[in-house]
Structure formats: structure tokens, C-alpha cells
């Protein structure tokens, strides 16, 4: 059974950093596309980075240029540096990933950014 775990949240000052880890189970992690997506209060959920297995790169426009997503395949691990930090970061960050094969989404149980003076 595939399971994502996230990690690295936390309250931060605006313009600092921080970053998100999430660490895969299961197998074919390398093959599948990977990606951040966040909701605040209220809000709907949206994309942050994603990144497939191929190295190709999308980012919300509201966060390029800050935030960067890498991953290791050795470690089955998607990580989200964000940096410069604004208030409007806010929200529950959850890491995604889609199976190559079978296209089934598998989604983590968040972990909080909040982003204040």
C-alpha cells in the first residue's frame, strides 16, 4: 500500500524559509510524477510544483522564482524548498503523486506552513 508522509512545516517569519519533505512507500517511485498542492482556510486546493519522473517542472506562478522541487529517487523523497516566504503562503501543504501505470493519485495528510510575524 502506497503511502506519502510529509514533514518540515512549521510557523516562520516572513521572508524566511523552509522546507517540506515527503518521504514514499511502495515501489515505481522514480517512474511516477510527483507535486506539492496547498489549501488554506476557505480555499481550494491548488498546485504548487510539480516535477516528472523525467525532471520537467511546473510552478504556480505565485511561487516561482521562491520555491524549487527536487527529488531523490534513492531515498523515495520529494522535498519543497520555499524561500522569501509572504503571509500568503499559509496553508496545509500536501504532497501528491500519480502512479505511472496506473494513474491512481495518492495524496499525504498535510503539513502545516504558516507563514507570520
Known amino acids: 500500500q502506497v503511502q506519502l508522509v510529509e514533514s518540515g512545516g512549521g510557523l516562520v517569519q516572513p521572508g524566511g524559509s523552509l522546507r517540506l519533505s515527503c518521504a514514499a512507500s511502495g515501489s515505481r517511485f522514480s517512474l511516477n510524477a510527483v507535486g506539492w498542492y496547498r489549501q488554506a482556510p476557505g480555499k481550494q486546493r491548488d498546485m504548487v510544483a510539480v516535477r516528472t519522473s523525467g525532471g520537467s517542472t511546473n510552478y504556480a506562478d505565485s511561487v516561482k522564482g521562491r520555491f524549487t522541487i527536487s527529488r531523490d529517487n534513492a531515498k523515495n523523497t520529494v522535498y519543497l524548498q520555499m524561500n522569501s516566504l509572504k503571509p500568503e503562503d499559509t496553508a496545509l501543504y500536501y504532497c501528491?503523486?500519480?502512479?505511472?501505470?496506473?494513474?491512481?493519485?495518492?495524496w499525504g495528510q498535510g503539513t502545516q506552513v504558516t507563514v507570520s510575524s
Open positions: 501528491n503523486m500519480v502512479d505511472f501505470f496506473t494513474t491512481t493519485t495518492y
